[in-house]
């Protein structure tokens, strides 16, 4: 995979469902007993993985909420974007070609 960048737009793997929590959410993978616990940063991260908005957007969205720079929170967004790519609980959307199917 390549680098990420602020242009990126990263969507949660189909087969991933969450489980919401008091302090964050608990993962899973369809097909995988392996679960997986996020705090709430992370789990605001994760419900932004719509394969529209971008980790650029992301961070903005977050450095409003909390006060934070850009430079920080775009820091933080993009690993942890990293590990959810690493984990396989998202991926990179696929540019849409403009062309429609035949």
């Known amino acids: 995979m390549g ?11 189909e087969a991933a469902s969450a489980e919401v929590r008091p302090t964050g959410a608990i993962l ?3 097909g995988d007993s392996a679960l997986f616990e996020l705090n709430s940063s992370a789990f605001a991260i994760w419900n932004l993985c ?3 908005t971008t ?10 909420l909390t006060g934070a720079s ?8 993009t690993r942890t ?9 998202a991926s990179e959307a696929q540019p849409s070609t403009g062309q429609s199917p035949n």
């Open 81 to 89: 974007i990293e590990e959810f790519y690493s984990l396989g609980l």
């Open 3 to 13: 680098e990420i960048r602020g242009q990126s737009t990263p969507r949660q793997v």
């Open 50 to 52: 719509d394969g529209q």
């Open 55 to 64: 980790l650029r957007e992301m961070a903005e969205a977050i450095g409003e």
């Open 70 to 77: 850009l430079d920080e929170t775009l820091t933080e967004v």
């Open 28 to 30: 899973r993978k369809q």
